[in-house]
């Protein structure tokens, strides 16, 4: 069974940093591409970034481009989030899924307010 587990969301001021952290079992993880989407209130998902199965290839959404990095540690089975300059139009729950898959987590919660 395919489990993935998102972490490390919170209360930030605009301009701060978040570091999510997904950890994934049930699969073999260095095999998928990954990817972070996340969902605002009262809209749909939206994708954020996505990263190869090697961690060799990166693409990002223009609106996070140059604030987010996505990585992967394929010995630890986690993905990762580095959220810089947040602003609060990032405020949504983020998740993890395989490229292909919709998300199937609880997600995490991301709130940039003041």
């Given at each position: 069974?395919?489990?993935?587990?998102?972490?490390?969301?919170?209360?930030?001021?605009?301009?701060?940093?978040?570091?999510?952290?997904?950890?994934?079992?049930?699969?073999?993880?260095?095999?998928?591409?990954?990817?972070?989407?996340?969902?605002?209130?009262?809209?749909?998902?939206?994708?954020?970034?996505?990263?190869?199965?090697?961690?060799?290839?990166?693409?990002?959404?223009?609106s996070v481009k140059g604030?987010?990095?996505?990585?992967?540690?394929?010995?630890?089975?986690?993905?990762?989030?580095?959220?810089?300059?947040?602003?609060?139009?990032?405020?949504?729950?983020?998740?993890?899924?395989?490229?292909?898959?919709?998300?199937?987590?609880?997600?995490?919660?991301v709130t940039v307010s003041?």
């Amino acid at each position: 069974e395919v489990q993935l587990v998102e972490s490390g969301g919170g209360l930030v001021q605009p301009g701060g940093s978040l570091r999510l952290s997904c950890a994934a079992s049930g699969f073999t993880f260095s095999s998928y591409a990954m990817k972070w989407v996340r969902q605002a209130p009262g809209k749909g998902l939206e994708w954020v970034s996505g990263i190869s199965s090697g961690g060799g290839r990166l693409s990002y959404a223009d609106s996070v481009k140059g604030r987010f990095t996505i990585s992967r540690d394929n010995a630890k089975n986690t993905l990762y989030l580095q959220m810089n300059s947040l602003k609060p139009e990032d405020t949504a729950v983020y998740y993890c899924a395989r490229d292909q898959d919709p998300p199937g987590g609880q997600g995490t919660q991301v709130t940039v307010s003041s």
